[in-house]
């Protein structure tokens, strides 16, 4: 295999004019194909290219942070992992991601599926366009994904040889761990708030031993807690829509971890969306109509989660975690069905924590939300960011009290109208 090389638009045609299924989904002779670099996330190089049979997506790893520059150097291995992940999650919940035609692992670059019309889902929040089956997709691919690749599913072999291959995911998972759970809590070198104003709430959520408490709590539950595959990084820029398809992309963070962890980061990223409405320019109406419809959204996503996940427990429960010999006497139903109950009042408890802890780490520290920071009002994107700060600490301290995303939505509208 060649040495790793990154591309650019004018060498892809010479580096990959030679697939045969870039011929086919693009053209046959690369000198007619034409590229684009789109990337506008915080790690890696993505190109559309384009030709007379149609388009395709390269992704490719650069050996360093995009965000930061080449002095936070990344390992180009986690395209080997995002391919990894890419082709469990089309088993597990198939038309929910993009086909994957081609891995280079050598050269860090996956050829999948250019989704068009498609847009990113951030922006498509912040412009204010509702989508009608973004919520059922969304439920059902996390249920779908997170049980599938749990050992509610997994036989003991397949399970313990997954474990161990995604176990060298490393370095993503130490952004994790850190810039998620623990840079937001103290004064961290890389953090940064938008907004001087918030200089006040920022030193009190620093000082506050519970919240510091329930992050440790949390962190030591994304490390230790292996129940699934996670996609690793479920917001709103990983998730591509039109007005009625929904696609998730992105799952370079794939590692196993806790059931709630994609739910609440998911949630969350909702949630923040929802505080960023008052910093947009359209009406009050239709500012209120939106976060109407944001909230409905988070309530049915956790909905049609709770619904396929529960069939799927009924139904497909035949991995390392279903032991026949538990349920064959009359108790059968009710201990499987209380077991059931159990389990998701557990996911949806983490949910909350974890979230609460996406929303902190979003404002606070290194990797920001576009949503927010494009407030361009100082005092006004300081009071949203603020709203979601105080909700996210709610979520994550009262985790316990909160029942439903019922219960939630009402409490967003309340710190909303504070
Ligand atoms: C240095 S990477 C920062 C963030 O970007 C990714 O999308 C993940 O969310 C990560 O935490
Ligand atoms: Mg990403």
New binding site residues.
Partial sequence: SNPYEPLNVDTIGEKLGHLEILKEKVGPDAASWSAQEVGD???NLVFIVTGPNGQAIVKQALPY?R??GDS?P?PLKRAFFEYHALIRQAKYAPEDVPEVYHFDESQALIVMQFMTPHVILRNSLRDGIKHDNLAEVMGKFCARTLFRGSDLSMDTKERKKDLALFADNIE?CD??EN??FTDPYFDAEMNRHTSPQLDGIVASLRADIDMKVAAQHFKAKFCNNAETLLHG?L?T??IMVTESDTVVI?PE?ATYGPIGFDIGMLLGNFYMAFFAQDGHEASKGARDDYAQWILDVTCDIWHHFEEEFSHLWRTERTGILYDKRLYEDQGHNLASEQALTDRLNQIWSDALGFGGIEMH?RIL???HIMELDSIEDADLRAACEARALQFGRQIVISRDAYKSPHQIAELARAVRKD
């Fill in positions: 996330g915080n790690l942070v965000l930061v936070w990344l993503l952004i994790t810039l998620v990084d917001h820029g990983s992105d963070f780490r520290g290194l990797a």
